[in-house]
C-alpha cells in the first residue's frame, strides 16, 4: 500500500511532463549550416552614433553586431576549438565554486527608473571567448567602449590607463584623468569592504582583484565611475579599473557584472531599472535581426514563460531554477527526473542559467538519459566521430534539410521548445554536426548560451523570476 502511494507523484509528474510536451511539436526541420565566416563590424564610432538608434514608447533599441570582425585572422575551426577550451576552463571554475561554501566575492569576481534603456549586445565568437559583449560609455564625457556581459560574475571593472599590463582591445585603454566623475574608494570604506579581499595602497585607495576560471585575471583600483547606457547615465557605479590584466577577453575592454551578488550591475544600479534586464544572445552562425540588452520595465516581454528562481544560501552570484525534466520527441526522458537537478540546503547540485558559459552541462546521470533519447530520436541520420566535449556527432554533408527529434526543457512554470540549431550545431565546414549537450561529474547543471540563442531571457529580480521568450529577438 505504502509504494503504491509514494508512487502516485511519481506517476503524475510524468503525466503532467507528457502532456506539456505535446504541446510541441514532436520533430521540427534543421537547415544545416557551416560555421560562419567573419562578418564585417562596424566602426567603433558608427556603434554610438545617431543613426545607430531606434526609439520606441517601449525603450530604445541599438543595432546588433557580430564581433566576429575582431577575428584577427583566426579561421572558424580555430575560433570554435578556442571557445570550446575556455568554456571547459569557465565550467571547471563555475563548478568549484558551487561545490563548497566559498564567497563568490572574490573568486568568480563578486561581492556585495522606471524608462528602460539599453544597449547593444554582440556575438564574441570572433575572438574566441565565449560570450557577449555590450557597448557603454565610460567616465564623464563618455568614452565608448566593449564590455563583455556575464551572469556568472558581479564585479564590473576595465582596463585603465596607466598600464602596468594591457592586453590587446579595439578601443583606446580608457584614461580616469580625462572623466570628470571618475572617483577613488578610500580603504576601510563600506563600499571597500564589500570585495571579499580588499587591498589597501600607499594613497589609501581600495584596491580589487578578480581571477576567471580560464587563467584570465584584473587587479587595480575600486572606484566609481558614471557609466552611459546610450544616453541614459548611470552615476557612482563601482567598478574596479584594472591597470594589470591578463586572459583571453581581447577586443573587449571589460566586464559588466550582472550576477545577483552585491556589487553587480544590477544590484548597484537596480533602482535605475526597477530590478528588471532582459538580453537577447545572437545566433552565432547566422545573420540575425537587431538585438539588444534592455534594462528596465521594458525588458519584460509579454510572452515570455516566468519560472521562479531560486536561492543558494552559500553563493549569491548565480541565477539558480529549477528544473523538473526534459522532453525528447514529445516523451519525457524517463531517466531524468527533478531529483537530478535539485539544489540542496547545503548549497550543492541546483541548475544554474549563465550566458558565459556556452554548452550546456547536465550532471552525467541525466545528460545521459538525454543523450540516448536524442540517439534513438535521430537514429535515421548518419553518425560521424566524437568532436571535443561532443560524444553525438552526425555527418549531414550533403544535406539541405533533416528532421530531429524536438527537445523541450521543463523548468517549474515554463516550458521552453528549443529550436533545432541550439542542440545540434556545426562544429567544422565538412558537415559534421554535434548535439549541443555535455555531461559533468559536478553537482551543478548550466543551461548555456547555445541553448538560449533566440530567445529574449528575462531577468525579473523584483519579481525573483526568470523568463524565456521565444523569438524574442524580432
Not at 531517466?335 to 541546483?350: C, E, Q, V, Y
Amino acid at each position: 500500500m505504502e509504494a503504491k502511494t509514494s508512487a502516485f507523484p511519481f506517476i503524475g509528474f510524468l503525466l503532467t511532463l507528457l502532456s506539456l510536451s505535446t504541446a510541441f511539436s514532436d520533430f521540427q526541420t534543421l537547415i544545416p549550416k557551416s560555421l560562419p565566416a567573419s562578418p564585417s563590424l562596424l566602426s567603433p564610432e558608427s556603434a554610438t552614433d545617431s543613426e545607430s538608434f531606434i526609439s520606441s514608447e517601449a525603450g530604445l533599441e541599438l543595432q546588433l553586431h557580430h564581433l566576429d570582425a575582431l577575428s584577427l585572422n583566426r579561421t572558424p575551426e580555430e575560433l570554435f576549438h578556442l571557445r570550446l577550451q575556455r568554456d571547459a576552463l569557465r565550467v571547471t571554475k563555475l563548478s568549484s565554486l558551487s561545490g563548497g561554501s566559498q564567497n563568490l566575492s572574490q573568486a568568480s569576481g563578486t561581492s556585495h527608473g522606471t524608462t528602460g534603456f539599453s544597449s547593444s549586445v554582440i556575438s564574441g565568437l570572433a575572438q574566441g571567448s565565449g560570450e557577449y559583449f555590450t557597448r557603454i560609455g565610460v567616465g564623464t564625457p563618455p568614452k565608448y567602449i566593449y564590455m563583455v556581459l556575464d551572469t556568472g560574475s558581479d564585479i564590473v571593472w576595465l582596463q585603465c590607463a596607466p598600464c602596468k599590463n594591457c592586453y590587446s582591445q579595439t578601443d583606446p585603454v580608457f584614461n580616469p584623468v580625462k572623466s570628470r566623475s571618475y572617483s577613488k574608494v578610500l580603504c576601510r570604506t563600506p563600499l571597500c569592504l564589500r570585495l571579499e579581499s580588499p587591498g589597501c595602497n600607499q594613497k589609501q585607495t581600495c584596491l580589487y582583484q578578480v581571477s576567471y576560471g580560464d587563467g584570465s585575471y584584473t587587479t587595480g583600483e575600486f572606484v566609481t565611475e558614471t557609466l552611459t547606457f546610450r544616453r541614459t547615465k548611470v552615476e557612482r557605479v563601482a567598478l574596479g579599473c584594472g591597470h594589470d590584466n591578463e586572459g583571453l577577453f581581447v577586443g573587449a575592454a571589460g566586464l559588466l557584472g550582472l550576477g545577483r551578488g552585491g556589487l553587480s550591475f544590477p544590484s548597484q544600479a537596480g533602482r535605475s531599472f526597477n530590478q528588471k534586464f532582459s538580453y537577447c544572445l545572437v545566433d552565432r552562425s547566422a545573420s540575425s535581426k537587431p538585438s539588444s540588452v534592455v534594462f528596465g520595465d521594458s525588458a519584460v516581454s509579454r510572452t515570455a514563460r516566468f519560472t521562479p528562481l531560486l536561492t543558494n544560501p552559500r553563493l549569491d552570484t548565480f541565477y539558480y531554477v529549477e528544473l523538473l525534466g526534459i522532453s525528447v520527441g514529445g516523451t519525457p526522458v524517463s531517466g531524468i527526473s527533478a531529483s537530478h537537478f535539485k539544489l540542496d540546503p547545503n548549497g550543492n547540485g541546483g541548475v544554474i542559467i549563465d550566458c558565459g558559459t556556452s554548452v550546456t552541462r547536465l550532471n552525467r546521470p541525466a545528460y545521459i538519459a538525454l543523450r540516448d533519447a536524442f540517439r534513438a530520436g535521430a537514429s535515421s541520420l548518419k553518425l560521424a566521430p566524437e568532436f571535443s566535449l561532443f560524444d553525438t556527432c552526425y555527418d549531414l554533408s550533403g544535406k539541405t534539410t533533416v528532421k530531429v527529434p524536438t527537445v523541450v526543457l521543463h523548468f517549474r512554470g515554463a516550458d521552453v521548445s528549443l529550436p533545432a540549431s541550439n542542440y545540434l550545431i556545426p562544429v567544422d565546414d565538412n558537415g559534421r554536426f554535434c548535439f549541443a549537450f555535455a555531461g559533468t561529474t559536478s553537482g551543478l547543471s548550466i543551461i548555456g548560451n547555445i541553448q538560449q540563442q533566440g530567445f529574449r531571457v528575462v531577468y525579473d529580480l523584483a519579481g525573483s523570476r526568470v523568463g524565456f521568450s521565444p523569438r524574442g529577438c524580432a
